[in-house]
């Protein structure tokens, strides 16, 4: 009986997985700062816990409910590591990491008057 009680419950926990992470993404989307307050060491770590786990789901148990549920948290940590580091790096950063620290706006010109 309980085995197929979790048996036909066990989809839920990919629904739960995306509405769990959507504030998290919808935040770092519509940041206004460098969210520094967030680690990004642990997302990094979560990253390579949750690729291993999706790895096992895969090659070892060959259970493509277990591999979906553990695949779709994988891409919902991956989505939410990626837009920190973007966010850091990238968006907000003083110096662009992708333009060398070259200003992507053209900066007015100062004339002097002789």
Same mark, same amino acid.
């Given at each position: 009986?309980?085995?197929?009680?979790?048996?036909?419950?066990?989809?839920?926990?990919?629904?739960?997985?995306?509405?769990?992470?959507?504030?998290?993404?919808?935040?770092? =989307?519509?940041?206004?700062? =460098?969210?520094?307050?967030?680690?990004?060491?642990?997302?990094?770590?979560?990253?390579?816990?949750?690729?291993l786990a999706?790895?096992?789901?895969?090659?070892?148990?060959?259970?493509m409910?277990?591999?979906?549920?553990?695949?779709?948290? /994988?891409?919902?940590?991956?989505?939410t590591t990626?837009? %920190?580091?973007?966010?850091?790096? %990238?968006?907000?950063?003083?110096?662009?990491? /992708?333009?060398?620290?070259?200003?992507?706006?053209?900066?007015?010109?100062?004339?002097?008057?002789?």
């Amino acid at each position: 009986m309980w085995e197929q009680l979790f048996v036909f419950l066990y989809p839920v926990v990919a629904i739960i997985t995306i509405i769990a992470y959507v504030p998290q993404i919808k935040t770092l =989307i519509t940041a206004t700062s =460098i969210p520094n307050n967030i680690s990004l060491s642990s997302w990094l770590m979560w990253c390579c816990s949750n690729f291993l786990a999706f790895g096992y789901a895969m090659t070892h148990v060959q259970d493509m409910l277990l591999a979906l549920v553990t695949g779709m948290n /994988l891409l919902m940590v991956i989505t939410t590591t990626a837009l %920190i580091a973007y966010n850091r790096y %990238i968006r907000f950063a003083e110096k662009p990491f /992708l333009t060398g620290g070259m200003q992507l706006q053209p900066q007015p010109v100062k004339i002097r008057k002789q």
